[in-house]
């Protein structure tokens, strides 16, 4: 029988063990932020129902949907029920309608799983990668304060991820259609057109936006072209400067949106501000649009400052009504994503991120067939105290030993033979620093404790 050749599909990232630990390590990490302020775990099935997944025809969503269908269904010709989830926004909206009157609002959700998208395959793009969303949920109204507490979410998880300063960078939706509508543009789809053009700046260059506003089917003329160019390149520096740049916004004339806009960043900024979240952190970026079909006031989307070929590795906003297909209550929101797979794949190719440390804090070596159940009896001591510990199960040379625990991450050796036996004590071989010491038996967990510890305090010794 030929042999068929092991390969994975295209779009997914599988990684070794050591890469898994470091991924591990940042959903830990993640999971604890959200925890810390008060969001509440949820997880939603891979897929489902293909009616209540799908609640709009056409578009690019479906054409990156992958329908589920048993043998016997296609054998039927059946429509397919079932298709996997292409976000946790849909699911989460689905959840938040179907038990709804079993939840307390404002309903603080925090969900972390994987999501599938028939994306275009290229090089850094994924069909199968985590997200890890919060959202809060209001009944009937949302308070602005939920809306700059996404930033403190953000700013607590990134600090804690330690993978360089970043920027939360904020706009308003309202206070786009607001100047739009006071430049004679009034349409959202003719927006939208509009920004995508504007989207094309950093590629593209000035003047090549410009010339494209200026003509068919635009046909700006050049004073509202310059506007344009001139509001999406605003970014403020500092808090204070924030405010003046929004202020600055009513001297080209107001209207209702506009005013609505600049009120709304307004008190949101105030608040990032009285939630701890330093002023180097956040910053307004008038070109942010992000899903103008879908979020109805403050967007955020958050860029590595040393990385910013990176793009936004954190970004969501407001939106009025979650479940409008599936209740009919009035269920406003405010929520953030991180794609973390792209992102950890970002960082690790852009060096930030490393393989990590094994799990196993220790690996007993045998060194004698014979002496197999004091080693059992060793490790089994080590674990109730709280050391993650692996035993040499066959018998071999100690330099193999010494090399695939230096090859799986381990950092701690133990090694006892005749001699450490008869002495009863045993030797620690600290492959990090290339070091050995002898430890009495009676000592080995409180003195593996104190190394680990002090291995764990600075990584890099």
């Known amino acids: 029988m030929a ?9 997914v990232l599988e990684l070794l ?10 959903l830990d990490v993640i999971r604890n932020q959200f925890e810390r302020f008060g969001f509440l775990p949820v997880e939603t099935p891979v897929m489902e129902l293909t009616d209540v997944l799908l609640t709009k025809s056409g578009g690019e969503t479906e ?17 397919p029920e079932m298709a996997l989830r292409f976000d946790l926004t849909v699911p989460l909206a689905r959840y938040v309608a179907e038990h709804e009157h079993d939840l307390a609002f404002p ?3 925090y969900q972390m799983q994987r999501v599938y998208r028939g994306e275009r395959q ?31 979410v953000i700013h607590a998880v990134f600090s804690a991820l330690g993978i360089g300063e970043f920027c939360i960078q904020l706009n308003n939706r309202r206070l786009l259609r607001g100047f739009f509508q006071r430049l004679g543009v ?50 403020s520096e500092g808090h204070d400067d924030a405010l003046a740049r929004l202020e600055a916004l009513r001297a080209g004339g107001s209207n209702d949106e506009l005013d609505a806009g600049i009120g709304e960043l307004n008190e949101v900024l105030t608040r990032i501000r009285q939630m701890g979240v330093p002023e180097s952190a956040y910053a307004l970026n008038f070109s942010i649009a992000r899903g103008l079909d879908y979020y109805t006031g403050t967007v955020y989307e958050t860029v590595l400052s040393a990385h910013p070929e990176i793009g936004s590795i954190c970004s969501g906003g407001r939106y009025e009504n979650l479940a409008s297909h599936y ?4 269920l406003p929101g405010v929520g953030i994503s991180i794609g973390l797979t792209r992102l950890f794949w970002q960082l690790r190719e852009a060096g930030l991120i490393a393989m990590a440390e094994s799990t196993v804090d220790v690996l007993v070596s045998q060194m004698d067939a ?34 695939y625990a230096d090859r799986a991450g381990i950092r701690f050796v133990l090694v006892v033979g005749e001699d450490e036996a008869n002495r009863g004590v045993v030797a620690v071989k600290d492959l990090r620093r290339e070091s050995q010491f002898e430890v009495s038996r009676a000592d080995l967990l409180k003195t593996l404790r104190v190394e680990i510890e002090q291995s764990q305090a600075m990584p890099s010794a």
């Open 122 to 152: 290229q090089r850094g793009r994924f069909r199968e990668f985590y997200q890890c969303d919060i959202d809060v949920i209001g009944k009937d109204s949302l308070a602005l304060a939920f809306d700059a507490e996404m930033p403190a």
């Open 186 to 235: 009034t349409d959202a789809g003719r927006q939208m057109l509009v920004l995508r053009e504007v989207d094309k700046l950093d590629k593209r260059g000035v003047d090549y936006v410009r010339d494209t506003l200026r003509a068919e089917p635009f046909n700006m003329s050049e004073e509202a072209a310059k506007a344009v160019l001139d509001f999406v390149a605003t970014r």
């Open 327 to 330: 209740s009919k209550s009035k």
């Open 3 to 11: 042999l068929i050749k092991p390969r994975t599909p295209p779009g």
């Open 17 to 26: 063990p050591r890469e898994q630990i470091a991924f591990q390590r940042l």
């Open 107 to 109: 309903f603080r959700r």
């Open 370 to 403: 014979e002496r197999l159940p004091d080693y059992l009896a060793i490790a089994a001591e080590l674990r109730a105290g709280g050391i993650n510990t692996e035993v040499q199960m066959e018998a071999t040379k100690l330099g193999k030993q010494f090399k």
């Open 63 to 79: 054409r990156q949907v992958y329908f589920l269908q048993s043998t016997g269904a296609i054998e039927q010709g059946k429509t």
